[in-house]
């Protein structure tokens, strides 16, 4: 077993005891901070950061340089599976990801293979080796991915959106065609997460950004089921230690107890869940992490202080609790506030934990 | 009492028996009709379609032409409140509303005051009356309003948007002037609706289209205390006859129970709920409105059956449920679609009203 300096982020997924709540940041690599945004100017556009192992190793080092953060994330994007399918992801600045050939056709469909990760996406597991040496088992990383159903409506639509108009549509009135891709989609983020931990991601994560827009029974069919599959094909034990799982569904609040069925180890909650009521929902069977609503990054450190005794107290007493954001930290919050957020964690959460 | 030839949807609102279940949907006058685009062109902008009393009845009288729809909705904005405060309400093509004067200054909070809708609204109860003596006792006639909380985010953004960013700053730095707002509005939305119904609106619905961007706390002291404001400061019986209030919060599946417990009527439900778990979450206290996913609409006329079917069942056996959409229809569905809705509302539900 490697040893790790600091385990409590794995310790909390696994529900076991630690001396306060560790705390990590959704895109705590991110615009937000001034020496992300001069290396994100070195790379040229985001896709270039993201495809070059140095460049994603030097940001995702970075926030724990100024932060005693309990956890490194892999800097990568969620759609660099479709980019692999041969979808070509670009971005356009201010308007988001966009795919240059979306999935229009039916033998597009047909057609379509999980990529190998040993080929394709190299890039990033290159980039995971090379961050746990830079890491050097001060803190343990992250891996993820995107959702079978959130890559499948940035692949059908070609861009993210808001009404996932042509992806509910093939969802009602072609649903073999969506239950194919996301039977692909499903087989590629497996063998995408392997091949993650087995390059030293100690821990991984699931983003299903968009799962929040379905109904409660096309979640459950055509998000939260491809999700289990992903749960049941992981390896989850590596380096003589368990590789927690935690699956996010923004929005998925209403949805927490067939979550927590699928076997995974802790589940990311936005801000619009209440803690406790979480916790009473799924019981003993996961941890929870998150909840800070990100607007709060955008006030001060008094008023960031008190918002963090909030989402501890309404975690409680105990043990099963990960500090986060409810989504992404967004570029408008500052360094200044970061680091207050940190240290109220630090400081505020030992109560919490003592017998 | 006047009489209603129609009067399902009010008895459904009131858990009432019916024999089938009452539908009508969310802009159901809108730009899914060639008919409603053919007079707001006439009419210039979408505001002066607001501001005419002849043009509102029109427009609100379209989908009921084509349609065997068991209610009418006043057509208008959730907007002429803050418009009648002085903001300057107007939109911009392909941009949605804006207001040219948002709440800015501590001072500009401070003066604010709730309208008098019998000067600065008087077109909307033109209308409403317009449109009563044009309905002729075939349906009802539905009066509505935003939120306090759903007005407020209007008037300090100053347009629409997703992340909220200054309305939460406030809400997180200075509660105490959102709380100063609201008190406002919730003043405003009183009587606002209290005029409508004096002038012939049959039932309420308060639209909360941004409170699911809340937290689970504030979502409870910022949303829902404002509207339960405003749910005791309504007259509830007019014409010797009932007048039910829906409460509606877009993302708010949360908090059913609360939402419940206003002393509401009726649930506006998304898509996101089931609505078996919702009747079972509420029981009694509350008839369910709601909540096939509008993507739906883009189908066909066999999807849309199935669909109905679905969500028939999903409420189940008995009384107290109104057909809707999860949210409003979009100028991408069409007429035949809404046809064959209406129809299998009709023709299905009766199934479900037997004894």
């Known amino acids: 077993m490697s040893h790790l300096h600091n385990d409590i982020f794995l310790r909390a997924l696994l529900r076991q005891p630690t001396e306060r709540t560790p705390i990590w940041i959704m895109r705590q690599a991110g615009r937000y901070l001034p020496e992300y945004n001069q290396t994100r100017a070195r790379a040229g556009d985001f896709l270039s950061l993201c495809k070059s192992p140095d460049l994603a190793t030097e940001v995702t080092m970075q926030p724990l340089a100024r932060f005693p953060l309990d956890a490194a994330i892999l800097f990568s994007d969620i759609l660099t599976i479709p980019d692999a399918m041969g979808l070509g992801l670009h971005f356009v600045a201010g308007e988001g990801p966009k795919f240059e050939r979306p999935l229009r056709e039916e033998w597009e469909i047909r057609d379509l293979q999980a990529p190998d990760p040993a080929s394709s996406l190299s890039y990033v597991t290159d980039a995971v080796r090379q961050i746990r040496h830079a890491l050097d088992g001060s803190v343990p990383l992250i891996g993820f991915s995107g959702s079978p159903f959130t890559l499948a409506c940035y692949m059908i639509e070609g861009q993210g959106g808001t009404d996932f108009a042509l992806t509910k549509k093939m969802l009602y009135q072609r649903p073999d065609l969506l239950h194919h891709i996301l039977t692909v989609n499903a087989r590629a983020v497996t063998d995408y997460l392997n091949a993650q931990t087995e390059a030293g991601a100690q821990a991984v994560m699931i983003f299903d950004t968009w799962g929040g827009a379905l109904s409660h029974t096309a979640y459950h069919d055509f998000s939260l089921a491809y999700m289990q599959q992903v749960v049941r094909g992981l390896v ?18 209403l949805w927490l107890e067939s979550m927590a069925a699928t076997g995974c180890d802790a589940l990311g909650l936005d801000w619009t869940c209440d803690l406790g009521s979480a916790r009473r929902r799924v019981g003993d069977q996961v941890a929870l992490q998150g909840n800070l609503d990100p607007a709060v990054m955008l006030t001060d450190p008094a008023t960031i202080e008190t918002e963090v005794s909030r989402t501890l107290a309404s975690f409680g007493h105990g043990h099963g609790h990960v500090f986060n954001l409810g989504h992404g930290i967004t570029p408008q919050a500052t360094p200044e506030n970061v680091a207050a957020l940190v240290e109220a964690v630090h400081r505020l959460s030992p109560a919490w934990h003592a017998d």
């Open 236 to 253: 989850r034990e590596r380096e003589g230690r368990r590789i927690p799982v935690v699956l996010f569904t923004k929005g998925g609040g």
